[in-house]
């Protein structure tokens, strides 16, 4: 039997401006990226997230194709979609925010059907922590393995709050500043055992571009980023990394240090094709067989023999 993931997060249309196109309004939000990317792997996803009225039911019809269970998706009548606009400069890893449109997202209180409280697996996407602790606490059992993605943002304005959502969580994924701020830390690996301490058992710390590093204990291993031909829209990418991750994680059901080393670069690769075209676009084109290139390129990457007297 399939084992059961729970996703919590956002749901958005997005206005995406980068040096090689612009988008006026396509599919977004950390839950839907998280989502068709995990629903890429044998297991029973659930979301729980807020919409408008004007969020188009092909969008709603796209998530169920995908086998995405969609109950504890709230549809509030009259209001209108979370919406985000950004530009992307020259060198795609800085972008200016243009518009920030919360509207269903401020007063947001997730209601998890029943059916969905036991999950053997959650993925908390990246939205308010008061949320996040919402849904943590409507769970009927701690589940298996819990991930929580967070960004600066939080830390600014919810700390305390965001303090105890970290406190419950078995692995958190920021990017190396977010680390640096939340700890005080400049070294990686210190603000990493300062985390540690919080209470996550693992750390992913994620270096845009440069891959990501995985923390537990005194262990670490390092996933690089496939160098690609063509970069068109980042925005995504973190959150594909995240479905990416969770999604074999629940597959496969296996937690220890060296699963979690191969869910990083499934989470590299998803993240690697997401990139490649706007939007969710490049993961509706997705085949196992995408999938097992690019592992093979990961491999080849990584793979290398020395002799060490």
């Known amino acids: 039997m399939n084992n059961k993931l729970l996703v919590v997060g956002t749901m958005a249309y997005d206005a995406i401006s980068t040096p090689f196109g612009k988008v006026d309004k396509i599919l977004g939000g950390a839950a839907t990226y998280i989502g068709l990317c995990a629903s890429r792997f044998n297991l029973n996803c659930g979301i729980v997230s807020v919409v408008g009225e004007d969020f188009e039911n092909q969008h709603l019809n796209l998530l169920k194709n995908h086998g995405i269970d969609i109950s504890g998706v709230e549809v509030v009548s009259g209001g209108a979609t979370f919406f985000w606009s950004g530009k992307y400069h020259d ?14 997202l401020e007063n947001f209180k997730p209601k998890i059907p029943e059916h969905l409280k036991s999950p053997d697996f959650v993925m908390l996407g990246n939205l308010s922590p008061d949320v996040q602790l919402q849904a943590l606490e409507q769970l009927n059992a701690k589940p298996k393995l819990t991930v929580l993605d967070t960004m600066n943002f939080w830390m600014d304005h919810s700390r305390s709050v965001l303090d105890k959502v970290i406190e419950k969580v078995d692995v958190i994924s920021i990017n190396d500043e977010e680390a640096r701020q939340l700890t005080g830390e400049y070294s990686l690996v210190r603000a990493a055992a300062q985390i540690h301490q919080m209470g996550p058992e693992y750390v992913v710390i994620k270096k845009g571009e440069h891959g990501a590093f995985l923390f537990h204990n005194h262990e670490i291993f390092s996933a690089p980023a496939l160098p690609l031909e063509e970069v ?34 499934y989470g590299s690769a998803m993240a690697s094709f997401t990139v490649e075209k706007f939007g969710t676009e490049n993961m509706l084109n997705y085949s196992p067989n995408m999938m097992a290139d690019r592992l093979k390129a990961f491999k080849e990457l990584t793979t290398f023999e020395i002799e060490i007297e």
Do not use: C, E, H, W
Not at 235 to 264: C, E, H, P, R, V
């Open 91 to 104: 060198n795609m890893n800085t972008r200016t925010t243009l518009d920030t449109q919360l509207n269903v």
């Open 232 to 265: 068109i829209d980042p925005t995504g990418a973190g959150d594909s990394f995240a479905g990416g991750l969770i999604g074999y994680l629940t597959q496969t059901g296996d937690i220890s240090f060296n699963n979690m080393k191969l869910a990083l670069i």
